[in-house]
């Protein structure tokens, strides 16, 4: 028995020895798009997934959430604390966050957030619960997600933005959240369902300087 256990750890020890080899990482790593084109990507990607993509300048973008609440018939809204007073529309009611539970999310029709970077390849929006998204829960509850996107947080490819937000976690301890689209899921018969997980709608409103 004993010898058996003496193999077993003398093994263990020469495994932890060897060092193993580097995994080659040949994925591309450097941007190839400018500004316009990963924007353009972006809108693309996004739309695959069944989003709503809206293009605004910097001083209209209240107007623009006014707009996408009248033609939903959302009017309430949840909103981080520290949303800018430039996004907030004065044609719906809005509610700030002081740590609402989700029945009370629940009652409102949807949320106004900003995003930390969105990815042109996929498509994606991420939220980190900084500046102007605030916590989680306000982009999982309430049916609609209209998310402040500006053009110089469009970054093109994955990898580029895992550095990105690598920092932020290991710095600042934040959750990631990755949004591709509204909730969706389908059954074994490929029945898809909407805003199972989250919101049902989600609306981006892209905020581009050549749209002023």
């Known amino acids: 028995m004993s010898d058996a256990r003496g193999d077993i750890l003398n093994r263990i020890a020469a495994a932890q020895r060897n060092t193993p080899e580097p ?27 069944k989003a709503e993509v809206r293009r605004v300048s910097d001083g209209k973008i209240a107007a623009a959430v006014g707009a996408v609440c009248r033609e939903r018939g959302a009017q309430r809204l949840v909103v981080p604390a520290d949303l800018p007073a430039e996004w907030r529309s004065h044609e719906v009611e809005l509610v700030e ?34 500046p102007h998204e605030g916590r989680r829960a306000l982009t999982l ?35 990631v959240t990755l949004v591709s689209g509204p909730s969706a899921t389908s059954d074994i018969e490929l029945s898809r369902v909407e805003g199972v997980h989250g919101p049902r709608s989600l609306v981006i409103l892209i905020v581009s300087k050549e749209d002023q």
């Open 141 to 175: 509850v309430p049916d609609l997600h209209i998310c402040i996107v500006h053009e110089r947080q469009v970054v093109e490819h994955v990898p580029e933005a895992m550095a990105l937000l690598r920092d932020i976690v290991t710095r600042e301890r934040r959750p």
């Open 23 to 49: 995994i080659p990482r040949l994925y591309r790593r450097a941007r190839t798009l400018g500004a316009t084109d990963a924007r353009e990507l972006f809108c693309e990607r996004v739309g695959e997934y």
């Open 97 to 130: 966050d002081d740590a609402l539970m989700p029945r009370q999310l629940d009652t409102l029709d949807g949320v106004v957030t900003g995003c930390t970077l969105a990815i042109a390849e996929t498509g994606t929006i991420a939220l980190t619960a900084g």
